[in-house]
């Protein structure tokens, strides 16, 4: 092996793995998360995780809304693979915490004593419990922990702003790839492109119409499940129209939409928005899957079975500056902060 490519490896964490060996940390079974840093490494004592709304979702559905076996289901996780990689949505989530060491040769520019949160997937980050997540009842997103985590080289992270409550900042910037790519995809799109997001009330979902319609995109659409949502939808004023309906089902999705638009956003949290997704886009249009629980499968082929003719785009977690968007968003936004506060538990 050169120096070269021991150095890139060494700086995507690839020397963590444990199993199976050799792959990226994010493909990995198992990871090591022994809180001795290498030169260009960066320890963090974690102070709360927030998990992927998806993962969330799973792990409460399968444990019947629990709270004992969901924090249980959780430290199983994490104990045995080293990392908060949800094995069945394939998802993690994010984390805030305090640096607590810097190696000599991290390029991060972090010092000991920031508060950080991690703007890479926990499905990567080394990972090491120690509370046994005593504060945790299992019933939220937002998880208060003691323990460590680690960040690589070529790993992101944002120092926490100081004008806004940590389990807020959170929970925006989990999310905040969402409206950065809305953004790119509605500049894109050609002049005032008409815009459907599902999950419009969810956090993801109400940044990402914020962030059209300062992208200046033409009707905005926003999809919510039921009556109270659309209640709250149409207060924040965020949307053009407000519409109910099960993203799950493609045929009424597409009837409450009505005329197809240029852009659909899927922010849902459960699986089987894909087809839905498809019939409310118009063809030459844009589907942008957000959505962890997103099936490549049935996105691809139901759009061939439905012959639209659609670009469809993975919601990329990662963009230029999309930290900073979407704090804006919610610091200028009155409705993105009446939307998410209610949904962000201390
Ligand atoms: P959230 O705040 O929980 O919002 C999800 C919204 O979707 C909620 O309003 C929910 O309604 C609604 N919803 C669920 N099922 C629906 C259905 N069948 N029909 C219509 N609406 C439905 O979630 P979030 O934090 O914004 O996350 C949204 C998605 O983004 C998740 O899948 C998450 O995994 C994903 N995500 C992706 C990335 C990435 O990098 N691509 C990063 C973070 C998160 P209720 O509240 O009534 O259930």
């Given at each position: 092996m050169t120096v070269a490519s021991d150095l890139l490896q060494r700086s995507l964490g690839v020397h963590r793995v444990l199993d199976p060996v050799g792959v990226l940390p994010q493909a990995a079974t198992r990871l090591d998360p022994d809180p001795r840093i290498a030169p260009d490494e960066v320890r963090i004592a974690v102070e709360r995780l927030n998990l992927d709304a998806a993962s969330f979702r799973q792990l409460a559905e399968e444990h019947g809304g629990d709270g004992d076996a969901v924090r249980a289901a959780v430290l199983g996780i994490v104990g045995s693979r080293?990392?908060?990689?949800?094995?069945?949505?394939?998802s993690g989530g994010m984390l805030v915490g305090t640096v607590e060491e810097v190696g000599p040769e991290s390029p991060l520019g972090l010092c000991p004593g920031d508060r950080v949160a991690t703007l890479v997937s926990l499905t990567l980050t080394p990972l090491r419990i120690t509370d046994g997540l005593a504060r945790w009842d299992g019933r939220s997103e937002q998880v208060p922990a003691a323990g460590t985590a680690v960040l690589f080289a070529r790993s992101i992270a944002a120092v926490l702003p100081d004008d806004l409550p940590t389990e807020v900042a959170l929970a925006v910037l989990d999310v905040c790839g969402a409206p950065a790519a809305t953004e790119r995809v509605v500049h894109r799109a050609g002049h005032r492109p008409s815009v459907a997001v599902l999950g419009a009330a969810g956090k993801s979902g109400c940044l990402s119409l914020a962030a059209a319609r300062d992208a200046r995109a033409g009707r905005l659409v926003g999809v919510v499940r039921n009556e109270a949502e659309a209640t709250a939808l149409r207060a924040a004023g965020l949307a053009d129209q407000v519409v109910v309906a099960d993203a799950t089902d493609p045929l009424a999705l597409a009837a409450a939409v009505g005329r197809p638009v240029d852009v659909t956003v899927v922010c849902v949290d459960a699986p089987g928005a894909e087809h839905g997704a498809l019939l409310a886009t118009a063809d030459g249009g844009t589907v942008l899957f957000f959505s962890m629980a997103t099936s490549f499968s049935a996105a691809a082929l139901g759009a061939e079975g439905l012959a639209a003719d659609v670009t469809m785009l993975v919601g990329n977690g990662y963009t230029p500056g999309h930290a900073a968007l979407a704090l804006h968003l919610y610091r200028c936004t009155p409705g993105v902060r009446a939307l998410i506060d209610p949904r962000v538990r201390a």
């Open positions: 080293g990392k908060m990689h949800n094995p069945v949505t394939g």
